[in-house]
């Protein structure tokens, strides 16, 4: 071993560079062998201080003794290396005695490398300066630039000085419009005030430096080009501090054209001011206004679309001439979806109709006016002089998208290898309730048939589990992970015991105690749920290790977790043929599972199931044909904001099921003591419902602070299973409506798409109860614990389905209350966005065709004014009765 290498182990760089300066280009190639041999072992050897002083010597002696430019980047630029903490002025003094034309294909090789490579610029910056090569233009080397020109702080300089002072500023400012996702790592450094970016940018280009011609035009080419939010940001606030002269604006007319037709808000907006200037100054032709109209009054935003309007008004006003060339562009608006934008758009028509002298205009006038809705539509036709009123529409009728429908489960997969590889795709995406399912089942069937070869098959997925040890003698104590007070937290987990146990890593007394007293309990409302979880995994797991089921009973038929009657009896008559033990908590969820809700069907598997003269099927009998207990009586609860539900005892899952499935009939209670709640992801809500598949508003009941949350305090996925819930059986109650109502005034928009999901398959299905749904969406907003802004959006997303009469028959009961304390002076959080909510309602009523009087509303469109309450309040009281707006 050379004294070089010792030198590296020791971690004495000092020592390292000296030896380096005295040996000739062949003796460091001789050496570098060694130095690889090092590094092998510096990756296999724990991070500890000894590895850490080894790294800044073996990168500067890697670096000194390689001869090709490839191999000193790769060097440089290796994930293992990038810790060293080596000065890049070290670096740069050994590689000081190389040729320059060496040094320029190294500094582009590692200006090549992605920022994430972790290359210092002060090294890069420095090559180029030693090499005298073309400064590199590449991402990571303008966004090193971008890092080491603001770290102004450190020194007494400002950004403006350091800018003035490089070299090769033109070229990297260039780069800087070429670099892609640079804006929000620019904006970020960019700053405020005197010292920021934008100021110096804009001052150098004033003054000459940079060439502002082409600093305009790259702003403007990278706003056209689009991209991440960050970059529109970063470079309009750059263009705006470049402030344009009227004849750098004037040239590129057709650059704000295109932009304010289809940039993003922002840029759009600024994009009209900039034509808006030119137009109210004369400086834009009628005919390119016309043009950016048709554009603009077709965006969504109503801010932008009711600016053009303005705009419009500004220049009819002044020039009576361009009324035959702009007055067709602004009957565009007659089509817009907001009301108050086609209002306005006809009263700007009516204003400066009499400009017009061309018949023809007229008569375009006139027919684009058949797609203002039908109160302003008949204020047109006579203001226009149309000669015809518009088409009667088509009778409405309502479209639901399908309701999902349950899928079947696939029997479980055949051969070992194929459940190994679904159990591994399972432990890394949490998967839903019937893939779950079939990999319980498939682990209990192979277990049985042949345990050897599932093992087998699992060592590549148990490899990878934390529990397992390569140290055969290890089992886990049973206060570890999978001990009685640490439970199951979620399916993977569910999975991990079972193949820990297959593994033998568990005691078999640790699995013995949690099926003689179940898991500790928990002081939360989800409690009971995840008990009868638990319960089922912790006897299979111990039957697996005593005495192996043949096949589970409780696996279900149906994705939702239902489980056919007639399958079970077949599975029972199977259990008996084989002379199998029933597992208590297998078959008590199975009971849970089995279908009762076909009376008919249940009969007739009843009586099979007593033909099979086994306590198990007499049990199932019984099961079948008792009718049992309706819901619970419950009651509300107003803890704060929110509205909760409790209530009593059914005793209908009582004396002849296991004692962890017993508390799924306990009593719900909204003060109970929940600080200890583990429950907080969300991956067991569908295996949740999946225990009691035609129950489910026992679930929602236990879920409705959950869900609450999403709205209440803005929690993000709270809602996610809504759907789930939509898609289950049984009554679809006051919980199930609770959690649509949050869900639709969810804070997150994905969220309220989730809520709204649900809300369409409870009405296809015909178990949405439109009266109740509305009213608690009522409550909750005088409460404040739902926004009517946030429920405006969820409506009008379902009603662009195409379920408007479904969204009426809700908003119908919601508003009255909204209304109601309106109109006695309530100016709290249920008035603010009460408009937006007017006017999905007034939609839907005007689509649906609904008629009648709604309480409270004739008074709101009464009031005086023009604001959006008023006047959505007048449209929807004009749709219900159309006799008068006539």
């Given amino acids: 071993m050379s ?22 280009d062949a003796e460091r190639r001789s050496v570098f062998g060694e130095l690889k041999t090092v590094r092998k072992e510096l990756r296999a050897a724990p991070w500890d201080a000894e590895s850490r002083r080894a790294y800044p010597p073996l990168y500067v002696a890697g670096v000194a003794c390689q001869t090709g430019a490839a191999a000193v980047a790769t060097w440089i630029a290796a994930a293992d290396m990038r810790w060293s903490r080596t000065s890049p002025a070290l670096l740069l003094r050994i590689l000081g005695d190389r040729d320059p034309k060496w040094l320029a294909d190294l500094t582009h090789r590692l200006a090549q490398r992605p920022e994430s490579a972790g290359v210092p610029y002060e090294l890069m910056a420095g090559l180029v300066r030693l090499s005298g090569c073309p400064v590199p233009t590449t991402d990571a080397y303008v966004r090193g630039w971008l890092g080491h020109v603001a770290g102004t702080w450190q020194r007494e300089e ?40 934008y100021g110096a940018l804009a001052q150098l280009a004033d003054e000459g430096t940079l060439d502002r011609g082409a600093m305009v035009g790259a702003c403007v080419a990278r706003l056209l080009r689009g991209g991440s939010a960050a970059d529109q940001r970063a470079f309009l606030r750059l263009l705006k501090d470049l402030s344009l002269t009227p004849g750098e604006q004037r040239e590129r007319t ?71 060339t702009l007055l067709p562009a602004l009957a565009q608006a007659f089509g817009h979806e907001d009301s108050d934008v086609q209002e306005r758009a006809l009263k700007l028509v009516e204003r400066h109709l009499k400009k017009v002298g061309s018949a023809e205009v007229r008569a375009e006038l006139a027919t684009a006016a058949d797609q203002l809705l039908p109160a302003l539509r008949v204020r047109a036709v006579s203001t226009l002089g149309a000669d015809r009123a518009a088409p009667e529409p088509p009778a409405y009728e309502e479209v639901l998208p399908p309701a999902p429908r349950p899928v079947r489960l696939a029997p479980a997969p055949e051969s070992a290898a194929e459940l190994a590889e679904e159990i591994g795709a399972l432990m890394a995406t949490q998967g839903d309730v019937a893939t779950f399912e079939r990999a319980l089942d498939g682990l209990v069937r192979h277990a049985h048939r042949d345990r050897d070869t599932l093992l087998e098959a699992l060592t590549p997925v148990v490899a990878r589990r934390w529990w397992h040890s390569a140290d055969p003698g290890y089992v886990l104590h049973p206060d570890d992970h999978f001990g009685r007070a640490n439970r199951v937290h979620n399916p993977a987990d569910g999975l991990d015991l079972l193949l820990a146990t297959l593994q033998g890593r568990l005691r078999t007394a ?11 309990a928990e002081a939360c409302v989800h409690s009971p749920l995840s008990r009868a979880f638990d319960a089922r995994l912790w006897e299979v797991a111990y039957r697996l290790r005593t005495e192996p089921l043949p096949f589970l009973l409780s696996t279900p038929t149906w994705s939702t977790g239902l489980l056919e009657p007639d399958e079970l009896v077949g599975r029972l008559d199977e259990y008996r043929r084989l002379g199998a033990r029933v597992s208590a908590a297998d078959f008590a969820q199975a009971l849970l599972r089995v279908r009762r809700a076909d009376r008919a069907a249940a009969a007739t598997a009843a009586g ?34 929110r509205i909760l539900l409790e209530c009593g005892e059914l005793r209908e899952i009582q004396e002849d099921f296991p004692a962890e499935f017993r508390p799924l009939d306990a009593p719900v209670s909204v003060f109970r003591e929940r600080w200890y709640c583990y429950h907080w992801g969300p991956d067991m809500r569908g ?31 709270a809602a996610a299973f809504l759907p789930l ?113 007017l006017a999905v309602a007034a939609e839907c009523a005007e689509r649906s065709g609904a008629r009648g009087e709604l309480p409270h509303l004739a008074q709101t469109a009464q009031r005086r004014g023009s604001s959006r309450l008023v006047s959505q309040a007048r449209r929807l009281r004009s749709a219900l009765a159309p006799e008068l707006a006539a």
């Fill in 254 to 324: 057709a650059d704000w054209l295109a932009l304010a037709s289809d940039a993003a808000s922002p840029v759009a907006s600024y994009a009209q001011s900039v034509l808006g200037a030119l137009a109210v100054e004369g400086e834009l032709p009628p005919r390119r206004l016309a043009e950016m109209s048709d554009a603009v009054l077709f965006r969504p935003e109503r801010k932008l679309v009711r600016t053009q309007l303005v705009l419009l008004g500004k220049v009819l006003t002044r020039d009576a001439s361009s009324a035959e």
């Fill in 3 to 24: 004294v070089l290498t010792d030198a590296v182990r020791a971690g004495r760089t000092a020592e390292v560079v000296s030896l380096l300066d005295e040996m000739t």
């Fill in 725 to 837: 819930l939509a898609e289950s059986g049984g009554e679809a109650g006051e919980a199930v409506h609770l959690c649509l109502a949050y869900g639709l005034g969810a804070r997150q928009p994905e969220d309220r798409l989730a809520a709204v999901d649900a809300l369409l398959t409870l009405a296809a299905r015909g178990q949405l109860d439109g009266a109740r749904l509305g009213a608690d969406l009522g409550q909750l907003i005088r409460r404040g614990a739902v926004k009517p802004l946030r429920l405006a959006e969820s409506s009008r997303t379902a009603a662009a389905t195409g379920a408007n009469a479904t969204i009426w028959g809700m908003l119908r009961h919601t508003l009255p209350m909204l209304l109601a304390e309106l109109a006695v002076g309530g100016t709290g959080a249920s008035a603010r966005g009460l408009g937006e909510l």
């Fill in 158 to 197: 400002t950004v403006l000085n350091r800018l003035r002072q490089d070299p090769y500023l033109p070229q990297l400012v260039a780069a800087l419009f070429e670099t892609e996702d640079v804006g929000g790592f620019f904006g970020w450094l960019a700053g405020e005030g005197p010292n920021s970016w």
């Fill in 687 to 717: 295996h949740w419902l999946a225990l009691l598949p035609e129950r489910r508003e026992l679930v929602a009941m236990r879920m409705l602070r959950d869900v609450s949350t999403a709205a209440v305090d803005d929690v993000r996925g």
């Fill in 608 to 641: 099979r199931a007593a033909a099979l003269g086994t306590k198990e099927g007499a049990r199932l009998g019984r099961w079948l044909t008792h009718e049992g207990p309706g819901l619970p009586a419950d009651r509300r609860r107003t803890p704060g904001a």
């Fill in 510 to 520: 640790t699995l013995l105690a949690s099926v003689q007293h179940g898991t500790a």
